[in-house]
């Protein structure tokens, strides 16, 4: 099992920045992937960002790239997710995401989610 908990949410106006965390704690090392995504009211839950914890490989959806930045730590076995110049259509629950290797090398890759935690951005 993974559990994941993130931080850092929060209400920021039009312009601003924020910073989110997730901390991974349980069966880490099964872990090859985290990642961020996020669902506004009414819409599918999208990818935000995503992050190899093996090479760092990244990649970011078309409408954060320049300003949402994905990074880790794997010695603490937390992801962060710096957001600047955030826009109100950022405004979305956010989550943590996790994809494991399973037994005979499967890729699990939807069974661990976080709470979610609530970005709202006022313009």
């Known amino acids: 099992q993974v559990h994941l908990v993130e931080s850092g949410g929060g209400l920021v106006q039009a312009g601003g920045s924020l910073r989110l965390s997730c901390a991974a704690s349980?069966?880490?090392?099964?872990?090859?992937?985290m990642g961020w995504y996020r669902q506004a009211p009414g819409k599918q839950r999208e990818l935000v960002a995503r992050?190899?914890?093996?090479?760092?490989?990244?990649n970011y959806a078309a409408s954060v790239k320049g300003r949402f930045t994905i990074s880790r730590d794997n010695v603490k076995n937390t992801m962060s997710l710096q957001m600047n110049s955030l826009k109100p259509e950022d405004a979305a629950v956010y989550y943590c995401?996790?994809?494991?290797w399973g037994i005979g090398g499967i890729r699990i890759t939807d069974d661990y989610w976080g709470q979610g935690t609530q970005v709202t951005v006022s313009s």
């Open positions: 995401n996790a994809a494991v």
């Open positions: 349980g069966s880490v090392f099964r872990i090859y992937s």
């Open positions: 992050m190899s914890t093996g090479d760092g490989n990244t």
